[in-house]
């Protein structure tokens, strides 16, 4: 066992700067706590650079609670096709951090038009958003779709998820989200837009249910994909697990950013 740094922070284009999770791994016959797990004491920093790598803004977090910082000084909106660094250190005189990781924020794109607010559950018709494209540099746009309902209530289930409940054992469907979603997963219109169709797998809830579409950057595409392999998603031999790839230097986690739109519709039974 090596004890490694694991950070946890997701910068969204448009919102305020996120907060930065710092904890340890702790020993595999330990069990895991998070106030053991926390880093404390941490000088944490998030830069925007210029094109050229050069910095351009510096904002100093502050820790707010065991291993969680902050940026309280002001807001900063995240900046959609900016490149962000994110560097932590032991002391604030180390010249070199202990802990760095660097995020391209995807571009800006906007909801165009959809199909509806209201639909009968597993009814002729799905949620289509149709949308402008995120730009990446040097690859095509993976997506994220994700459903997060207003009430999640285990009588408002649908059956998927109602037969999967267990009243001993409860778990939350409040946030659905799909996998990696590329090119050949969605409608590539003439004037350059994309429609998406929005399976009824990811309603897990009946009402109201918000729906966001991010575009992610490379470190939550890489987890996301080399994660899906070790739980089993692919035709790696047994015993045989591939790394995680973290895009972390100095420790593991995910230092990741994203772009999305947002629309809210309303899921009816169809009985």
Do not use: C
């Not at 065991?66 to 995240?78: A, D, L």
């Not at 779709?145 to 207003?150: C, E, G, K, L």
């Amino acid at each position: 066992f090596e004890e490694q740094m694991v950070v946890e922070a997701f910068l969204t284009a448009g919102r305020n700067l996120p907060e930065v999770q710092l904890t340890r791994t702790l020993p595999f016959n330990r069990a895991y706590s998070r106030s053991e797990a926390a880093l404390s004491g941490m000088h944490v920093r998030i830069i925007l650079l210029e094109t050229n790598g050069e910095p351009a803004l510096v904002f100093n977090l502050s820790e707010i609670s065991n291993g969680i910082y902050r940026y309280q000084t002001e807001s900063h909106v995240v900046r959609a096709g900016r490149r962000y660094r994110l560097e932590v250190r032991e002391s604030a005189g180390d010249e070199e951090p202990v802990l760095r990781a660097t995020t391209f924020v995807p571009g800006a794109f906007d909801l165009v038009s959809d199909n509806g607010s209201a639909f009968i559950y597993q009814g002729p018709e799905q949620y289509e958003p149709t949308f402008t494209r995120s730009q990446y540099p040097g690859r095509q746009t993976y997506y994220v779709a994700s459903v997060r309902a207003s009430e999640p209530e285990p009588d408002q289930l649908t059956p998927f998820y109602a037969d999967q409940y267990d009243e001993d054992n409860p778990r939350e469907y409040d946030r659905i989200s799909s996998g990696i979603i590329n090119e050949e997963n969605y409608e590539q219109n003439e004037d350059g837009t994309i429609t998406l169709k929005l399976p009824w797998i990811a309603i897990a809830y009946y009402g109201l249910n918000e729906v966001s579409v991010f575009a992610i950057d490379t470190n939550i595409y890489d987890y996301i994909r080399t994660l899906g392999i070790q739980q089993g998603g692919s035709t790696l031999s047994p015993g045989q697990i591939e790394n995680v790839i973290w895009n972390v230097e100095g420790g593991i986690g995910i230092f990741g950013s994203r772009s999305g739109i947002e629309a809210t519709i309303l899921v009816e039974p169809g009985f």
